[in-house]
């Protein structure tokens, strides 16, 4: 179903709702056409996942017997949760016919008892599988194994990879690699969004992915090609979006795709023309709609850790956080305390470290940040 507006916050709806990223996409089709696994680094909330289903939709688009499949691993604490998670999106996936489903999961999947239910709406078979955690390590090795006896191209993409090193148990990078590595039917795609963790994994010569894959790393949209991308949208709905309003959104938000397109949607909605002071009012009722969230999440928070937020807040980008005169511009607490702050919001996420210095990780939440007093 087509949307109603074209500037999508989530979901990916077909190349007409797509922005650009053509050399991206032409760089990731090319390695899985020649057999290269990849690694996909990009800043959360940029458009990786957008991106993952757009090089998907052109696989399928070429080859449409290819399966592909994506999952993301964010919420996954254990490696039973990545089992459990893994299994439920591969099993069945790579057969048509549902008793075909039936026969060659039970040939394969024998270290727990698969559970199947027909989906209501598309009568295909769903697979849940219940993990216990002296089996984790055989189920695991039966999906790699079932994915490797099919007849079908499979390209499957985990999303925010780096949880795995969060895991508690030990190996669970070895223990992936060693199945990986012998699937000659089946390319992935390893998405994460903590930069620096990702390039351990596979650029260390002491991690088991080690040179495994081709890195790619996406920034922001380039400027022109989102600017003719909205604009020409505006005026299928016969709006007017000036170039030199939509100059100030990117550089407001550096081009971080979610963020502008959550300015969009909105602008888009008013079925206006677009002037200054609309941009002003869309960006105050996001920040309204999230202020509350905001607030509850810093309760869990010490008073150094939201004072050094609002600080870099404040100066939008800091190269130096444990510099002298930033620390006493601020009134924050010694410099120790100020560095284990620091270690512990970027850890949660709450500020990132891009090429130029601290940013709030959530630019929504800067704003918000900006307007409470010090």
């Not at 216990?132 to 999906?143: A, D």
């Not at 905001?294 to 150094?304: H, R």
């Not at 924050?332 to 270690?343: D, F, I, Y």
Request: aromatic content about 12%; charged content about 25%.
């Amino acid at each position: 179903m087509k949307p109603n507006n074209p500037f999508l916050i989530s979901g990916y709806h077909g190349p007409e709702f797509f922005c650009d990223r053509e050399q991206e996409t032409a760089k990731i089709l090319n390695a899985l056409y020649n057999g290269r696994n990849i690694t996909l680094i990009a800043p959360r909330r940029m458009g990786k996942t957008g991106l993952i289903h757009h090089v998907f939709h052109h696989l399928k688009e070429q080859e449409p017997d290819t399966v592909t499949l994506y999952m993301d691993i964010f919420a996954t604490q254990s490696l039973g949760d990545f089992v459990r998670l893994f299994a439920n999106t591969v099993l069945g996936k790579l057969d048509s016919e549902p008793q075909r489903i039936f026969n060659r999961i039970g040939q394969f999947i024998r270290s727990c008892r698969p559970s199947f239910t027909i989906d209501e709406i598309t009568g295909v078979p769903k697979v849940t599988i219940d993990v216990t955690p002296r089996e984790e390590v055989n189920t695991l090795k039966e999906i790699f194994n079932y994915l490797a006896s099919s007849e079908k191209r499979c390209y499957i993409a985990i999303d925010e990879f780096q949880q795995i090193a969060e895991y508690e148990e030990k190996g669970v990078e070895a223990l992936l690699r060693s199945h990986i590595q012998f699937l000659h039917n089946v390319n992935f795609i390893f998405a994460g969004s903590k930069k620096h963790v990702m390039q351990e994994m596979f650029t260390s010569s002491k991690r088991p992915f080690y040179h495994s894959t081709q890195l790619i790393t996406i920034d922001a949209i380039d400027r022109d090609a989102y600017a003719k991308f909205a604009i020409e949208h505006f005026a299928k709905n016969n709006v007017e979006l000036p170039k030199e309003i939509f100059d100030t959104i990117y550089d407001k938000y550096n081009g971080h795709t979610w963020y502008m397109q959550a300015i969009l949607n909105r602008l888009y909605g008013y079925n206006a023309n677009v002037e200054a002071s609309m941009v002003g009012l869309s960006t105050s009722e996001i920040i309204s709609e999230y202020s509350y969230s905001y607030a509850d999440l810093l309760k869990s928070y010490s008073t150094g850790n939201i004072k050094l937020l609002k600080a870099i807040a404040s100066e939008g980008c800091v190269k130096e956080v444990l510099a002298g005169n930033f620390i006493t511009q601020y009134r924050l607490r010694a410099a120790s305390s100020v560095s284990s702050s620091l270690k512990k919001l970027l850890e949660n996420e709450l500020v990132y470290l891009t090429d130029n210095g601290y940013i709030i990780y959530d630019r929504f939440m800067g704003e918000w940040l900006r307007s409470l007093p010090f």
